[in-house]
């Protein structure tokens, strides 16, 4: 009854920005959290950021001080704000959130299906 969409990915340069957008629709009470994760071929998909109810974000290491992760509480989206764009950026961007859906008593788990993100020139 919950389904996440992701938009924003394409062709940056290296050095470049790029922001992608995560919007959540459906039967939902509350999102305690949502991440975004990135999958190159043949790689594990990797956490990248995390912003949770109370605003408070964690980022990987490899992301620290280029990209940002916020969100928008009215329109149930979130943002992942790249900047300085790297080859090694290129991956599949998901979206996964933790959902309370209404009538529901804990969270379930959401994935998106992906949108590619890729950095060259």
């Known amino acids: 009854q919950v389904q996440l969409v992701e938009s924003g990915g394409g062709l940056v340069q290296p050095g470049g920005s790029l922001t992608l957008s995560c919007a959540a629709s459906?039967?939902?009470?509350?999102?305690?959290?949502t991440s975004w994760y990135r999958q190159r071929p043949g790689k594990q998909r990797d956490l990248v950021a995390t912003?949770?109810?109370?605003?408070?974000?964690n980022y990987a290491d490899a992301v620290k001080g280029r990209f940002t992760i916020s969100g928008d509480n009215t329109k149930y989206t979130v943002y992942l704000q790249m900047n300085s764009l790297e080859p090694e950026d290129t991956a599949v961007y998901y979206c996964?959130?933790?959902?309370?859906?209404?009538?529901?008593?804990?969270?379930?788990?959401?994935w998106g299906e992906g949108t590619l993100v890729t950095v060259s020139t």
């Open positions: 459906g039967s939902i009470f509350n999102i305690n959290a």
């Open positions: 912003i949770f109810s109370d605003s408070s974000t």
């Open positions: 996964n959130a933790d959902v309370v859906g209404w009538g529901d008593y804990d969270f379930k788990n959401y």
